[in-house]
């Protein structure tokens, strides 16, 4: 039968367009809160000539996990379950990504996921590694045993390969049940519904402009039950869950369970608490007791599952502080989960949501027609499964305008960089960045990675030699923003005008974002046979974080397009005439 989760995957066009990953791009969206899935799906998935049974490597340095996915859909949603033999493939997808001993023998698209997830392996960046198998049928014991046996493997190859790093090796069976109820997570911030007696003895209450609180000290031992009967469902509010614990003295969730463990009459003092969203709460003061009615923890999900794996014997004693807090209104729940939540802290973009350059291009954007543009601010929770179809997501925004004036590594490898300094902020988001040069950047990297869709879809048999070697290179993790680097740079060649301030460039007021991608497809077609041979090299030698290899490769690019200004004269001329600000 459809959950609801199947009906809002089959409702989503845009999904739809990556199939058989369009599945598996879903349950990313709504497992890390993704506001660019097309933008994720652009570096993320792997699959075609030796893949090797991987359908998609996703790194996510923000929650410091990798994760590796095979992904089945079945067209007979009736069956019982999934077929074991698709998990076991992740064995092999494992190996041949972590082992990574032939590189040579992968395909462009898993070599340049496997060394990208290698160097963020060893920069210290990954906490832990994740096996997905991503599918549509009920979850099943025999999935999973195979699953069990593929984090093994998993485990062993990270520990030859990187000794003195400890990481942890994870599966999950993403099937029906679980994409219901991640999609659930997104609709409602609780997802355990029982009603639960709280042992304690005092409490104080508070309340504010809608919202009401009871504050009280818990037996750490209620909160080491309360996670080893609902788990990872216990921290709804943030789909993340709970971090695996490193043992490294600096690492919380270690600290947290040694003192639990090693000192719980001083647990209270040491630890800063919990506090958990319900649906409602009630004081029973003749029984002295508290009353809840659901319960999901947005701040302490370090504390709550580091208490889990520590033995329920060596807890005896320690106390955690605790407030439970109840309110209704959407809004206040979202803005309570985001101030709360320390395990999904505030974006580096939220910092930048007030600011006066993001307000005016957030009012300049209303006059262009098809377009939303929030501004480095975040939707409720709704929006990371239903957001609106022709929105520019910021990240993805800021990424084009940072590739466009030629800071490709930033855009791909320092995106945080644009949001938290000042310095990097103010290159591109200042008096001189308007709405409509946004869409001119963001329409280009839109239609660069349209292009690489479209070549991933068709076949192996009617790809010719050119389109195999332009697909090769978007394969590579950062050859989009390079790409859009590089055409920008070519400005003045299909312009056929010197630019004296390249963000003046842009379309009319009344190209929406869509149209203008339809503007840039012609060109993109143009210049993309050029960058396996100017481009590429980059990638052998040190990627995008060597700017004198880049910039070389972009001067590079440059000259040929010049060089064909007369061959693509028509190509230019049509484009030249849409463009204002030359």
Known sequence: ??????????????????????????????????????????????DGASDHKCDAVYIDTESRT??????????????????????????????????????????????????????????????????????NLPESQNVALELERAARSAKALLVQRYPDVQIEARYLEVGRALLQEWYISTQSAILVSDDLEVP????????????????????????????????????SANVRGYMPSRRAAQNINFGIEKT???????????????????????????????????????????????????????????????????ATDPALVESVIRFNNSQNPIKPSDFRSGDRHQDRLRREFEKIPDVTYLGARRGGPDDRARRPSNLIPSDTAAQALAAFHQDPGTA???????????????????????????????????????????????????LTSDDKEMLEYLRKRGSLHLLVAAVAAAAESFLGRAIADSF????????????????????????????????????????????????????????IVNSTRRANAQTFEEFRLRVSGI
């Open 1 to 46: 039968m459809p959950t609801a989760a199947w009906n809002a995957f089959q409702a989503r066009s845009d999904l739809q367009g990556f199939s058989p990953n369009g599945l598996v791009l879903f349950a990313l969206e709504l497992r890390f809160g993704i506001d660019d899935i097309a933008a994720v799906a652009a570096t993320a998935l792997t």
């Open 66 to 135: 990798a994760v590796i996915v095979q992904g089945y859909v079945s067209a007979n949603a009736g069956r019982a379950s999934a077929p074991s033999n698709k998990a076991s493939d992740l064995n092999i997808a494992a190996s041949w990504i972590l082992g990574n001993e032939r590189p040579a023998y992968l395909g462009s698209a898993l070599r340049t996921a496997a060394e990208e997830l290698d160097e963020a392996i060893r920069r210290g960046e990954i906490d832990s590694v994740e096996l997905w198998y991503c599918h």
């Open 200 to 235: 304690a003895t005092g409490w104080f209450l508070e309340e504010g402009d809608g919202w009401k609180a009871v504050c009280t000290s818990v037996p750490a031992i209620w909160l080491h039950d309360l996670h080893k009967k609902h788990e990872d469902r216990l921290f």
């Open 260 to 326: 639990a463990s090693t000192q719980p009459g001083r647990f209270w003092a040491f630890n800063n608490g919990v506090t958990a969203l319900v649906h409602k709460f009630e004081v029973d003061e003749e029984r002295s007791l508290l009353q809840l009615s659901g319960i999901a923890v947005v701040n302490g999900a370090q504390t709550t599952g580091a208490l889990a794996r520590v033995a329920r014997a060596q807890l005896v004693g320690a106390k955690v502080m605790i407030r439970f807090v109840q």
């Open 412 to 462: 791909y490898h320092d995106l945080r960089s644009i949001w938290e300094s000042d310095e990097v902020y103010s290159r591109y988001f200042s008096e001189h960045t308007s709405a409509t040069h946004l869409v001119f950047c963001y329409s280009l990297w839109r239609a660069v990675a349209e292009a690489k869709a479209a070549l991933t879809a068709m076949s192996e048999e009617s």
């Open 504 to 559: 003046k460039l842009s379309f009319s007021l009344n190209v929406s974002p869509t149209t203008a991608v339809t503007y840039w497809a012609p060109l993109v077609d143009a210049l993309l046979p050029f960058a396996p041979l100017q481009l590429g090299t980059v990638f052998e030698n040190g990627g995008l974080r060597r700017r004198d290899n880049v910039s070389a490769a972009i001067s590079s690019f440059r000259a």
